[in-house]
């Protein structure tokens, strides 16, 4: 857990990100509970901790910056559609305290998963959700999504729980060049950022939608 540590802060430092001691004990901490769980669940296919810290933790971990910008010290509510096992969900709700996040999913026993780490850590700002995301009324100011499905998909079932003026946030491999020329005519992409996550050499990229 000491390397693990010294990685994670080391990560941080790299995506400039300043958290307290208790923030960074959850966060191992959830990370902890992510590779428990998963023996039995099957909430993710990467097993071992080092990788979750990078193909996870740091993955998701990287999207704050900007999520927080954005936010500007709002109390916000944030939806994370397909959450799987809380990711990027459970990161924004341990970094952004003053942000409600539910994290929803098709599958009961992730759903459930979201919900022990919210008592487990006791984040009372962390909500794991058993539904499908069509079905729900919100209202959420931001949806985030991480390799959840195609854009078009994406806005089309989140549509209804997005506030009027809210905020699709897309968290993407590749500039998805196809995904974008098939998007509803009212979408409108307006901005894209490059992201370099810690310890990790593979391509990723956020996507900013709106209405209009």
Known sequence: MRVLEAELRQGLAKLALQLGDVQIAQLLDYLDLLQKWNKVYNLTAVRDAASMLSHHLLDSLAVIGPLQRH???RALRILDVGSGGGLPGVVVAIC???LRVDCVDTVAKKAAFVQQVAVTLQLPNLR???????QLAGPYDV???????????LVQWSAAA??????????????PVEELAVLPPNITVFHVEQLQVPMLSAERCLLWLRRG
């Open 71 to 73: 936010v500007a010290g």
């Open 96 to 98: 952004c305290p003053g």
């Open 128 to 134: 794991g959700l058993h539904n499908r995301v069509e």
């Open 143 to 153: 949806v985030v999504a991480r390799a959840f499905a195609a854009l078009a998909d």
């Open 162 to 175: 997005l506030v009027q003026e809210g905020v699709w946030l897309a968290m993407k491999g590749k500039h």
